[in-house]
């Protein structure tokens, strides 16, 4: 396999290897052009993948082309297809993906959000029946990036990890929110599943043959499991509060799929007629409605001070606030690659192959 | 002591009386108009904190009377005040309650939200520097009782018992978000603290001189204990999502932050120049610029069967959606009475006769 000898510097496990993350955006992106995509959708989910790994949120990075890749065959996503507004009402706008490439559409619809929020104050904008769009935390973060505070609320359907709260069987995904609030600087992010952890941490801890931590998974009997097999056998993920306080998660997740799922007519989990999807509403505010951004601005940068200014655990050098330790994770992997776990890229270099797409060309670059 | 004869005919507890809620209704106001409110304030304060006991909800009940009336004492209440709007712009609201009663200001932002939300399909108001607001979930509620959606984030200035991700000293109130959405039949409501429980429950535990199970509270070295009064003597409440995935609650604790205190300029757990208030921003989406409301009101009941019927585990009889518990409380306390700890009762018993509110007249009747 010709790869291993084009591993990169950085070996951090020894079913590891890191590539620089230009040679993975280009590989992704030619793998979603060999599916079909015109160049600027494939450059939208391949920078989305790889800019997640960067986070590293690698459960929604480049491991996901080869399920993106079955999705394509099984016409799931239309790799051509852009979405389409559908229902236009001011600030309430509905948009139907069509099968356009979730990461396409997702974006479409934070375009189309900004542009609302900006003459209104105010943009409400949902999107149904989207494949997978990633990770969700930066739809919003490209709003506060235009200095709007911003909320998704993510569901699926085609999909149900997580039990309601005393059930043994999945009825919810790991349905997730994000919010995001503009400040002089980078903006601060929320971006947290309503589980215990999202599907793809356990599918990469399965992917590696390892164990998961107590406290993530129920088998499908409802008894605690530590096996992430399990999940995939009729197991479930615990709601974010675990075993005591899991009431909570399942509710976080119970809104996100009344305001994802039932509000804009997107679908919930295993309902009858629904198809794998992602729906998602943006809820979109213009703070400066709220007075002169000067002065917010200020508030906020006080707040930041007095929540860093806090005495830390042993073992924690400093108080990172929500969105941080995702921007030092891409700091630090821009400059020393991202790591791949053996598995994955096997199944990625396997696609490329069979796709014809060169990968020694893109991880040499 | 007069009211020991007076006790209810429920006794659930060595420790416990129970009392009407109708009896504790007018206790509750007796004490608030001797207080100095005028008649329709203390009724809507009355009836909030007794409406908090029948939901269950015992930490946000008549036990914050002894409470309230210090802030009276203090100045930090007004209880004749009024809120005042300080900004208004079309569906941008701000309020200052002014030192008016929390219930009071914050019933009044429910109201200009509604009015709000029905002209331009949605409202966002602000509640700034309200003294304690009481149940959070509640004003949601009632924007979901006239078929609206809403959110209430709420925030705590002069409070912190929960420290940031990897401090040790609180920073952050339990800033509570409640959600609500409306159905054909009663709305759901989720009404959660950010952190793993409330502080009032805590309060509740030490007065009653009882232990908290493990994985609620820090002490102040930052170790984990079970003593409640450890708490008072600069411990922190755990972030929901307790040791290992605390740093999702520490996010949309600092959410509300963002949102009921910075955005709106209320303040902020111990930051210089706050005092004792919470700060409230509801948003409010009107769902029929979503389509017709029987189309989403029927998807509603769907989704809401295909929660239901799932297998429960050992010991569950039934699936419960949110909301649903605190209905089926109040639902038993009205039948059966409100049940009170002697602690409790014995300072409000105090409170009474300090102000010369005669007992028996109230829980007799």
Redesign the interface.
């Known amino acids: 396999m010709i790869f291993k000898s084009l591993q990169a510097n950085i070996l951090r496990d020894k079913n590891m290897k890191s590539f620089p993350n230009t040679s993975l955006r280009q590989l992704a992106q030619r793998i979603t052009q060999a599916l079909g995509s015109p160049e600027q959708h494939a450059r939208e989910v391949a920078d989305h993948l790889v800019d997640a790994n960067l986070a590293g949120h690698d459960s929604h990075g480049i491991v996901r082309l080869p399920q993106y890749a079955r999705h394509v065959a099984d016409g799931d996503i239309d790799p051509i297809a852009d979405p389409l507004v559908v229902?236009d009402?001011?600030?309430?706008v509905?948009m139907e993906a069509r099968r356009s490439w979730g990461q396409v559409a997702a974006r479409a619809a934070v375009e189309i959000a900004a542009q609302r929020a900006r003459g209104d104050?105010?943009a409400?904008v949902?999107l149904a029946h989207a494949p997978h769009i990633g990770r969700v935390g930066v739809y919003p973060l490209r709003l506060a990036e235009q200095g709007l505070?911003a909320q998704a609320w993510c569901n699926c359907s085609g999909a149900a990890r997580v039990?309601?709260?005393?059930?043994?069987?999945g009825?919810?995904a790991t349905n997730p929110i994000a919010?995001a609030?503009p400040s002089r600087g980078e903006p601060?992010l929320?971006?947290?599943t309503t589980s215990?952890?999202a599907e793809g941490k356990v599918r990469i801890a399965k992917n590696a043959g390892k164990s998961v931590?107590d406290?993530w998974l129920l088998d499908k009997l409802?008894q605690p499991t530590t096996h992430p097999a399990d999940l995939y056998e009729g197991g479930t993920i615990l709601p974010?509060?675990?075993t005591?306080?899991g009431?909570?998660g399942?509710?976080?997740a119970?809104?996100a799929?009344?305001?994802a799922?039932?509000?804009?007519?997107s679908g919930?989990?295993l309902?009858p007629g629904t198809r794998n999807a992602n729906g998602m509403l943006l809820?979109v505010?213009d703070?400066d409605?709220?007075?002169q951004r000067e002065?917010?601005a200020t508030?906020?940068d006080?707040?930041v001070n007095?929540?860093r200014n806090?005495?830390?655990?042993?073992g924690?050098d400093?108080?990172?606030?929500?969105g941080e330790p995702e921007r030092r994770t891409t700091q630090d992997r821009i400059a020393n690659g991202i790591p791949v776990d053996d598995g994955t890229w096997e199944q990625i270099a396997e696609l490329a192959d069979r796709l014809g797409v060169d990968v020694t060309d893109d991880v040499t670059r």
């Open positions: 229902r009402d001011g600030p309430f509905l104050g105010f409400c949902g505070i039990a309601p709260w005393g059930g043994t069987t009825k919810l919010l609030f601060i929320m971006d947290i215990v952890v931590p406290g409802g974010l509060g675990g005591a306080f009431h909570k399942f509710a976080l119970l809104m799929d009344l305001l799922g039932v509000l804009i007519g919930c989990g309902m809820i505010i703070p409605r709220w007075g002065e917010w508030r906020l006080e707040y007095y929540i806090t005495p830390t655990r042993p924690v400093e108080i990172l606030l929500p």
